[in-house]
């Protein structure tokens, strides 16, 4: 080595990107290397490296349903631009025919009805989700497999040269843009794979490596049949998402759990505090995924059986504000049931959500104003989710199950 010449490190992230890994990974359960891929993504573009006269990356998400292929684009829009509706999403299963690509791209001036359309994709709509110290847009298109020929025209064009021709000649320019596809095209193969309930690998007869191999395999396989090379060629990454375990079905949930409790405290009308025991939590698990449809339903029944309940409570100021509300399993009449733990469990419960603060005798250890997010990761009262990482939840679950055990 010369002189003066210094090693560097090129595996070292910027803070920005850093945080934005971090907060990814505190919404996503697994799929590391969709995770990754995002974060590299986006150093790229925060470096200013992106190929001109390109996307800034064309991704084609795989794998079976429900499990996190649309909710990575959309937490990614929630952390950089403040909404997980930040993206522009382009669901190919509504474009079957020719004259509806119009309402993608709008139709020719002199078409009847040319006024009246609005195109979806613009560049206006693409700069509305944009920071202004972060020029980048997310464009989503869901379930490839079902796009007709013209949409697949129209995207191979994005995807090669970063631009689009709209209806009436303007032109749309994505070198701005990350296009995200996704298919579960050999979806159904997958879950096969795995057989036995909930995709649960038993790591003793099927090592995992093997498995994961295997749906990858099979995963790139089923879209090597279906789409073309041309457009093959034309992906950056290729990232196939794996069907999600127990225990990671069980931290999803934990998370979903933690967003609806931030949504409790941002209520105006009362905020106040929930847990859901563990037999609560299996029942919700047992309601909201299977092998087939993985995490797909667990938002609805998560709604269904908790917040719809909750919310009538609220209204009918059985629960009031700064209350703790416990939601329990009644395995005679098979429904959660709702009992008020505690009054005054939350300490100035007027505040924003940020400022909520779990009253706590001080005889549990806890001070008085211990901060929120501190009690979630107290298994014994994981009500107070939000916690601030799937760590922090997967530490608050495993604490519960020690606890139920013991
Ligand atoms: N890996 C994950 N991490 C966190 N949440 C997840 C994950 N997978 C699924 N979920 C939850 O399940 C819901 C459904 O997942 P998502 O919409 O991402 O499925 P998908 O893979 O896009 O399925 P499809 O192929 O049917 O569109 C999400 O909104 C989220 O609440
Ligand atoms: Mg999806």
């Not at 997980?84 to 078409?111: M, N, T």
């Not at 409570?313 to 009992?339: C, I, N, S, Y």
């Not at 779990?358 to 005889?363: D, H, I, L, N, Q």
Request: glycine share 8%.
């Amino acid at each position: 080595m010369d002189r003066g010449d210094l090693s560097l490190d090129p595996n070292i992230r910027s803070v920005e990107t850093s945080e934005f890994q971090k907060a990814l990974r505190a919404k996503i359960v697994g799929q590391d290397e969709g995770v990754q891929a995002l974060v590299e993504l986006f150093q790229v573009f925060t470096a200013g490296l992106n190929s001109p006269g390109r996307p800034v990356g064309n991704l084609l998400f795989l794998g079976p349903t429900g499990s996190g292929k649309t909710r990575l684009v959309e937490a990614a829009a929630e952390i950089l631009f403040n909404s997980p509706r930040a993206v522009i999403k382009i669901d190919c299963a509504e474009f079957q025919h020719s004259h509806e690509i119009a309402k993608l791209i709008g139709s020719p001036p002199g078409y009847l009805g040319h006024r009246e359309t609005h195109p979806l994709i613009t560049q206006e709509a693409l700069a509305a989700n944009q920071r202004e110290d972060l020029k980048l847009s997310f464009l989503l298109f869901d379930e490839i497999e079902k796009a007709s020929d013209a949409l697949w025209q129209l995207l191979l064009g994005m995807l090669d040269k970063a631009t689009l021709t709209l209806g009436d000649n303007r032109r749309v320019d994505l070198s701005q843009t990350v296009i995200f596809m996704t298919s579960n095209l050999g979806g159904s193969d997958i879950s096969e794979l795995f057989g036995g309930g909930y995709g649960f690998i038993k790591s003793e007869d099927k090592p995992m490596l093997d498995i994961n191999q295997k749906v990858e395999r099979t995963a790139v396989e089923a879209a090597r049949r279906k789409f073309s090379p041309e457009f093959m060629n034309r992906i950056d990454k290729l990232v196939v998402f794996h069907p999600l375990d127990r225990d990671q079905l069980e931290t999803v949930l934990e998370i979903e759990l933690g967003m609806v409790q931030k949504r409790v405290l941002d209520t105006a009308t009362g905020k106040f505090l929930f847990r859901v025991t563990d037999a609560g939590r299996d029942f919700l698990l047992e309601e909201g995924t299977d092998q087939r449809y993985g995490a797909r339903h667990l938002k609805r029944a998560i709604e269904r059986f908790l917040v719809y309940p909750l919310a009538n409570l609220l209204a009918t100021q059985q629960v009031r504000m700064g209350d703790l509300v416990r939601a329990d399993w009644d395995g005679v009449h098979k429904e959660l049931t709702f009992v008020r733990e505690r009054e005054g469990a939350l300490i100035n419960p007027e505040g924003p959500a940020e400022d909520a603060v779990a009253a706590t005798p001080s005889a549990d250890g806890l001070g008085k104003d211990t901060p929120v997010e501190a009690i979630a990761e107290e298994p014994t009262r994981t009500a107070v989710l939000p916690a601030a990482t799937p760590a922090a939840a997967r530490q608050s679950l495993q604490g519960r199950k020690k606890e139920s055990r013991s």
